[in-house]
C-alpha cells in the first residue's frame, strides 16, 4: 500500500474511532449499512473485474494506444466519452478499469474524458431524469455536462 493510501485509511479509522466514541448505537448501524452497501456492490465488482481480465486479456496495448492513445487525437478522446457516457456503472469501479485502460496505452485525455462523462452523464437513467426534471431541464443538464467533460478532460490532458 502507498503512503497516500495510508493517511486516507488511517483518516478513515480515525474518524470511525470518533464516530464510534460520540454515537456507538448509530456507528455500529452505519458500518452494518455500509457492510450491506458492499456487500450488494460485489457483483458488479466482480462484473467489472472480469470485464478489465478479458480488456486486457483479449485487445492488445497497441489497439487501446490506436483507439485512445495520443495519436488517436480528439477522435479517440470522443469515442471513449461516448463509451463513458452509455455505460452505467458505479464510478468508484470505474476507477480500475480506467487505470488499465491507462496502462493499455490510452492518453491521460482519453481516460480523464472516460471518467468524467462516466460521472456527469446518465444516458441510461436519462428516463427518469427527464420525468423528475422535465425534458428540457434534463437534455439541458447533460448536454453541458457532455461539453464540460471534454472541457474538463482536455484541460486534465494539459495539466498531466
Known amino acids: 500500500m502507498n503512503?497516500?493510501?495510508?493517511?486516507?485509511?488511517?483518516?478513515?479509522?480515525?474518524?470511525?474511532?470518533?464516530?464510534?466514541?460520540?454515537?456507538?448505537?448509530k456507528t455500529i448501524k452505519s458500518v452494518k449499512?455500509?457492510?450491506?452497501?458492499?456487500i450488494n456492490m460485489l457483483p458488479m465488482v466482480f462484473i467489472?473485474?472480469?470485464f478489465i481480465g478479458l480488456l486486457l486479456g483479449f485487445v492488445p496495448p497497441e489497439q487501446i494506444s490506436r483507439f485512445v492513445g495520443q495519436?488517436?487525437?480528439?477522435?479517440?478522446?470522443?469515442?471513449?466519452?461516448?463509451?463513458?457516457a452509455l455505460l452505467y456503472i458505479p464510478a468508484l469501479l470505474s476507477f480500475p478499469l480506467a487505470a488499465s485502460i491507462l496502462e493499455?496505452?490510452?492518453s491521460i485525455t482519453a481516460v480523464a474524458a472516460f471518467i468524467t462523462?462516466?460521472?456527469m452523464i446518465g444516458i441510461i437513467t436519462l428516463?427518469?431524469?427527464?420525468?423528475?426534471?422535465?425534458?428540457?431541464?434534463?437534455l439541458l443538464r447533460n448536454g453541458?455536462?457532455?461539453v464540460f467533460a471534454f472541457v474538463i478532460a482536455f484541460l486534465m490532458g494539459m495539466i498531466l
Open 144 to 146: 453541458l455536462s457532455f
Open 71 to 84: 495519436q488517436s487525437g480528439v477522435a479517440g478522446v470522443f469515442i471513449i466519452g461516448i463509451v463513458g
Open 33 to 38: 449499512l455500509a457492510g450491506k452497501s458492499f
Open 104 to 106: 493499455g496505452g490510452a
Open 117 to 119: 462523462t462516466l460521472t
Open 48 to 50: 467489472i473485474i472480469i
Open 3 to 25: 503512503f497516500t493510501a495510508l493517511i486516507i485509511n488511517g483518516i478513515a479509522i480515525v474518524c470511525l474511532l470518533i464516530a464510534f466514541v460520540k454515537d456507538k448505537e
Open 127 to 138: 428516463p427518469l431524469e427527464i420525468k423528475i426534471l422535465g425534458k428540457k431541464m434534463a
